[in-house]
């Protein structure tokens, strides 16, 4: 399977932002912060992944497509941009370990191995496991190794409310890198699409999307914790910690389920999130949590579309702020934040799979 090579090398930053005709001046952040094209022409750019070497792997969900980007010039622009795989199921999953990268389709993961080295000529993939759930709703992934060296995987719910006879419904899995010992780690968890680990407890956190039809205004999406294995955080029963469903809820109480660390904005479609490790930042927000919220779709007015950071102290989420917004103006949308990366200098790439483009915020005194 040959890549294929999508972008011109060479670009500068500003020509880059020129040419992407993207109003990044509509673009607003705290007093310091500066937003950045990192690249463009990334279609549907979804989930992220940084290797050894410093590819950055990009997935998609409606284009089926996995993606290399270098910049071989360190400018903070990508160079060239690698067409790793075709013609997938719904690959959102991406995650890199011991030189491979792992891409997540909806009923299977696969195995890219050395990848880095051959960008341009990637081997034939190997499957992890080829036995997950095949239901397309809520059946993309978000996959990523935890520091136990295991590879935590979820599987959301096949609808927007309901119970299963399976246990891997509705919860995040974790396995062996070669596809061994899966089990479930988490239960309750409707559609998580974005997780990490706190980089001092090494503990979960993670965003889910709470259920629709129950109004504008709830249930909230979630910011949840799960400092240990079998967790059960209230799905289908039990919405944001304290909303039973009018269906499920008589069965059972919610004071049975383990709250929302923070409850977010209702329906924002909170979507990738990462602890900020860098030191580029201002000191308060390191190991602070930053998360890509995509946006409503059934909402009467929307919301989300943006970038927000939730404060912890003392291992508790005590805030809940606006970071980056402005793709959204009015009930206008001309993108949507999907997945944020903290990269190696400190500064937190954004990907935006409806503007095909991945930005670079940047802080500067």
Same mark, same amino acid.
């Given at each position: 399977m040959l890549a294929?090579?999508?972008?011109?090398?060479?670009w500068?930053?500003?020509?880059?932002?020129?040419?992407?005709?993207?109003?990044?001046?509509?673009?607003?952040?705290?007093?310091?912060?500066?937003?950045?094209i990192y690249a463009t022409d990334v279609p549907n750019a979804r989930s992220m992944a940084r290797g050894s070497q410093g590819t950055l792997f990009v997935s998609t969900r409606r284009a089926g497509n996995v993606y290399a980007l270098v910049d071989r010039d360190q400018d903070h622009v990508t160079d060239d941009t690698f067409?790793? #795989? &075709?013609? /997938?199921? %719904?690959?959102?999953g991406v995650a890199f370990h011991d030189g491979a990268l792992y891409v997540a389709e909806v009923n299977r993961i696969l195995r890219y191995d050395q990848i880095e080295t051959r960008l341009d000529n990637p081997p034939e993939p190997v499957v992890v496991t080829g036995d997950l759930p095949s239901d397309r709703h809520h059946g993309w992934k978000f996959i990523r190794f935890g520091p136990d060296g295991w590879l935590y995987v979820p599987v959301g719910?096949?609808?927007?409310?309901c119970t299963?006879?399976?246990?891997?419904? #509705? &919860?995040? /899995?974790? %396995?062996r890198p070669d596809g061994t010992e899966a089990g479930v780690f988490a239960h309750g968890v409707r559609n998580t699409v974005g997780?990490?680990?706190?980089?001092?407890?090494?503990?979960?956190?993670?965003?889910?999307?709470g259920r629709d039809h129950l109004g504008d205004d709830r249930p909230p999406d979630e910011l949840n914790h799960a400092p240990q294995p079998d967790l059960h955080f209230g799905f289908p029963y039990c919405h944001g910690g304290d909303i039973t469903d009018p269906e499920f809820g008589a069965q059972r109480s919610c004071d049975t389920f383990i709250p929302p660390a923070m409850r977010l904005g209702p329906h924002v479609a909170a979507l990738g999130m990462r602890f900020y490790t860098g030191d580029m930042f201002p000191p308060e927000y390191r190991n602070q949590i930053f998360i890509a919220e995509h946006g409503s779709w059934n909402r009467s007015s929307r919301i989300g579309y943006r970038v927000t950071v939730v404060r912890l102290d003392k291992g508790r989420a005590v805030s809940y702020d606006v970071f980056a917004q402005g793709w959204l103006r009015g009930e206008e949308r001309w993108g949507r934040p999907a997945d944020v990366q903290v990269m190696p200098d400190g500064a937190l790439l954004v990907s935006d799979d409806t503007a095909d483009a991945i930005y670079r915020i940047r802080y500067q005194q």
């Open positions: 294929i090579v999508l972008a011109i090398a060479g500068g930053g500003v020509a880059c932002a020129q040419t992407s005709n993207l109003p990044l001046h509509q673009i607003q952040l705290p007093a310091g912060f500066s937003i950045d067409v790793l #795989a &075709s013609g /997938l199921l %719904m690959p959102n719910a096949p609808c927007n409310v299963r006879r399976d246990p891997r419904y #509705a &919860s995040i /899995l974790r %396995m997780f990490d680990w706190h980089p001092v407890t090494r503990e979960l956190w993670f965003t889910d999307n």
